[in-house]
C-alpha cells in the first residue's frame, strides 16, 4: 500500500513531545523545530519535553499540553528503549542485576539479582506500556480539537526498533527511521512521503532494508534559539544550573563499520559536515545565555583523516570566537588525532573525551571491522598529552567479543596500562561493557551464522533466555567474565571499570605491549 499523505496541507499545529527519559538535552526534537521554522515560519509550533515532568504528572501534563495547543501532528521522540550497560538506570544497575543472576554462586547475591532482575523487567515493560499509551491518549486528545489529527514518532530507540513497535502504535501512526527533517517538512509542505526513510503502522509493513537507505542530504544552518525558547516554555530548564552539557551537532553520519554499532546504520555512511561558521555561531547563542558545557553529539567528532582539516577549521573558529571559558566533550577516534589538532583540543577547552576502542588487542579489533590502528592511537595521545591535556578520558572496553582469549585479555591490560602511563592512572577510566547485540549489525548476521539467535527472535524481548544473548557475553569466557565483575561491584562499586582491570591483571597478568599491537594476518594453505 502507498503511504497515504492527503491531509498534509492541514498540518499547520505541530506539537514535539519528547517521551519520559532521562533529563538529556532534547537536540533532536530542538533541530527538527528549528527546521520547520525555516523552511515554512507561518506552521505554528510548541515542544513539551516529558523529561522536565515528575512521573506521576505524565498523563496529566501531556493532556494539558494538548488541551493549551490544540495540535493537529504529534510529533513524539522516543530516545531509549534497550537498557544493557553498566550504569545506574530502571531499578539500579542492569548489568549488576544481570550478572548476580546469571552468575553468582551465593544463592543470597543470585536471589537479589533475580529480585531486582524482576523490578527491572516489570519496569522495562511497564514503560513500554506507558510510552504507548501515551501516544495513544495523545493522538485521541488532539482529534477532539482536530478530526484529521495524525502522529508521527522518531529518535534513537524508534530507528533501531522500527519493525517491532509497529505493532505497539496506534493505526497510521507515521514511523520514522533516522533523521526526520525531511519526512516532516514534506508533511508540512503536503508532499508525498512514499520514498522516505518512514512506513505507517498497521496499514503496511516497512520495506525490507528501510534502515539501510541512505537520509536525505540536509542543510544544516546554525539553530535559532530565539524561536526555540518562544516555543518552549521549559527552556531554561536546562540552564538553570550550569552543569548540563548542552549538544551541538558538527556533522551526521559515520564511514565506518564495526561489528555491533548501529550509527553507521542509522545515520548512513556518508558524512555530512555542518559548516564550521554555522556550527560557532550556534554555540554563540548559547553561550549568550551562560552556556559553558557543549557536547558535540556527532557518532564520532573526527570520523576519519578526510576530515582531519574540518575539525581544525572548526576548533580554530571557535578560538577566533573569543568563546575563552568554555569546556567541550564528545566522542572521538584518536587514531584521527594530529599534533595542530591536539593543540586546538587544549586551547578550546576539551575537558573530557571518550575513545570506544573495545578491545587493547589489535587482532581483535580488526576481527571486529573498527579500523582502528591502537599503536596509532598510542602516539597520539602522547602528542595530546604533550599539548597540555590534563583532563579525564574514558576508554570503553568490551570483553569477550568475538574470538575474545585470555591472550587478548592480557593485551588489553597491557594497553591499558599504556594508556593510564600517559595521562596518569587517576586520568584514565575504563568504561566497562559488554557489546548487546543491536539489530541490523553485523554482530546481529553473526548470531544467526552461529545459531546464536534464531531469525525471528524479538530484540525488544527481556524475557532471561533472549536477554542473556543479547548482553553478549557468550561462554567459554562468559562465566569467568562474570565471576571478575562480580568481583570487582564486591570489591569497590564506585570504581567498577578500574577494579575490573585490576582483577583481570591480578588472575591473568598482561603481556608485553607490542604482542597488543600487532596483528598477524593468517594465510590459508
Known sequence: ??????????????LYVRLPCNPIFPIGVVYLADHIHKIAPDVEQCIFDMGTVPPLDFFTALDA???EFKPNLLVFSWRDIQIYAPVGGRGGNPLQNAFEFYYSL????KLRGALNGLRLFTSYYTELWRNSALIKRGLARAKQYHPEARAMIGGGAVSVFYEQLGTKLPKGTIISVGEGEALL???VKGASIESDRCYVAGEQKPRKGLIHEQPAPIEKTACNYNYIESIWSDFNYYFRDRDFFIGVQTKRGCPHNCCYCIYTVIEGKQVRINPADEVVKEMRELYDRGVRNFWFTDAQFIPAKKYIDDAVELLEKVVDSGMTDIHWAAYIRADNLTPRLCELMVQTGMSYFEIGITSGSQEL????????NLRVILQNCRDLKSAGFNE????????NV????????????????ELEKIFGADKVEPAIFFIGL??????EEYAFKNDILKPDYDPMSMMPWTAKKLLWNPEPLGSFFGEVCLQAWQRNENDFGREVMNILEERLGKTELESALVAPVLVKA
Open 392 to 399: 579525564l578520558v574514558s576508554v570503553n572496553y568490551s570483553f
Open 185 to 187: 517538512e514534506k508533511l
Open 106 to 109: 551465593n544463592p543470597i547475591i
Open 438 to 443: 543491536q539489530p541490523h549489525t553485523h554482530l
Open 65 to 67: 499540553s494538548i488541551d
Open 1 to 14: 500500500m502507498a503511504i497515504s499523505n492527503s491531509l498534509q496541507d492541514a498540518y499547520r499545529r505541530i
Open 402 to 417: 568475538i574470538d575474545e582469549t585470555f591472550d587478548t585479555i592480557r593485551q588489553t591490560i597491557a594497553y591499558h596500562r
Open 365 to 372: 579489533v580488526r576481527k571486529m571491522r573498527m579500523g582502528y
